[in-house]
């Protein structure tokens, strides 16, 4: 069994409560349940968190280069901002997925540009919430198809 962190930023734990139209009404609980599920299918654990503070996410990634086989990322704003996110990222070794709810690419344009897509091995948006598991699956079967080499 493998280990992926799932790791969500700045403001995603009003995912839910607010703002509906946009994000739907799953709220983190709900999707932190469904990521176990659909994890636990695979045959994979996951360790799944969320931050409102940068330097926390970065030290999940520090973390995560010491026991997880991936990481599913939703950076919220932060992928706007952050070189710091991209530089930790770039140490990590392991397949990485980058997770939008919204289709960015459909608001503002200050959303259309990602720092963490420079180094994310796919990115997923505008898939509502579901793309959570859609990229726990993606990160499972490029560890499966790593396990292989
Ligand atoms: O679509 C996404 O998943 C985003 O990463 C969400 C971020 C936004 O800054 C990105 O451009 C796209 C915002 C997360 C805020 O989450 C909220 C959830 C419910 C209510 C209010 C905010």
């Not at 734990?13 to 509906?20: A, E, I």
């Not at 990222?89 to 963490?116: C, D, G, Y």
Request: with cysteine.
């Amino acid at each position: 069994m493998s280990l992926i962190y799932v790791l969500n930023g700045p403001n995603l734990n009003l995912l839910g409560k607010r703002q509906p139209h946009i994000y739907g009404h799953e709220t983190l609980a709900d999707v932190e349940a469904d990521c176990r599920r659909v994890a636990s299918e695979l045959g994979q654990d996951i360790r799944f968190h969320q931050s409102n503070r940068e330097y926390e996410i970065i030290d999940w990634i520090h973390e995560a280069r010491e026991v997880a086989a991936g990481i599913v990322i939703n950076p919220a704003a932060f992928t706007h901002t952050s070189v710091a996110i991209l530089d930790a990222l770039n140490t990590f070794e392991q397949p990485v997925i980058e997770v939008h709810i919204s289709n960015v690419h459909k608001r503002e344009a200050f959303r259309h540009h990602s720092f963490v897509s420079h180094r994310a091995d796919g990115v997923i948006a505008g898939l509502g919430t579901e793309g959570y598991q859609l990229a726990i699956r993606r990160v499972a079967s490029l560890i499966k198809s790593g396990d292989k080499k």
